[in-house]
């Protein structure tokens, strides 16, 4: 199941490690993780995070896909991919007058993630930075800034949103708990 990350820190769930809960009630202003539970167990976890010129300037329509965790034995069977879905609901979609757009930065060499993103489907590998540069320069020089990616071979991929609103759902498909 997948749910909104505050929801998961308020429990008092002794089963959540520390780190996990930590990690879960840093925010951004906006809630932008999402949490995947079997159980009362937490297996899985990814963020959203505004996409930003050095911090300041940040570009309204597009986001960034900072990471996705999952519990290494439940790999491969559709909760990464649930919890990147849930994120882009939280993003005006194509019907919008202003699409929003999220952007996955991924270490070249890192086959998993290659795999992961190539198996969303609706995931649109871009190339590398230069090639997002052609069409979207100021997305790669923030992605370059804000992911550590100039000294690093890196591929870049494009998620549109797929919300219904005109800004960001924070509560995305979600529904109170």
């Not at 007058?97 to 590998?125: T, Y």
């Not at 090639?131 to 990616?149: D, H, M, N």
Request: contains cysteine; positive net charge.
């Amino acid at each position: 199941m997948i749910w909104d990350a505050p929801s998961c820190t308020r429990s008092k769930n002794p089963s959540y490690s520390e780190n996990a809960l930590g990690f879960l009630r840093f925010g951004q202003g906006y809630a932008s993780y999402v949490a995947a539970l079997k159980g009362q167990e937490l297996v899985g976890c990814a963020q959203l995070g505004r996409l930003a010129v050095c911090g300041y300037f940040v570009l309204r329509c597009d986001f960034v896909i900072n990471l996705v965790l999952v519990a290494p034995s439940l790999r491969r069977k559709g909760i990464g991919r649930e919890l990147v879905t849930e994120l882009l609901h939280r993003l005006p979609g194509e019907e919008s007058s202003d699409p929003f757009r999220a952007w996955a930065v991924v270490d070249a060499h890192n086959q998993a993630a290659l795999e992961f993103f190539a198996s969303m489907g609706s995931a649109q590998r871009v190339g590398t930075l230069s090639e997002v540069a052609a069409t979207s320069p100021l997305v790669a020089f923030a992605l370059t800034l804000s992911q550590g990616a100039l000294f690093r071979d890196v591929v870049v991929y494009q998620l549109n949103g797929r919300g219904d609103g005109s800004e960001y759902l924070w509560k995305g498909r979600l529904r109170e708990t």
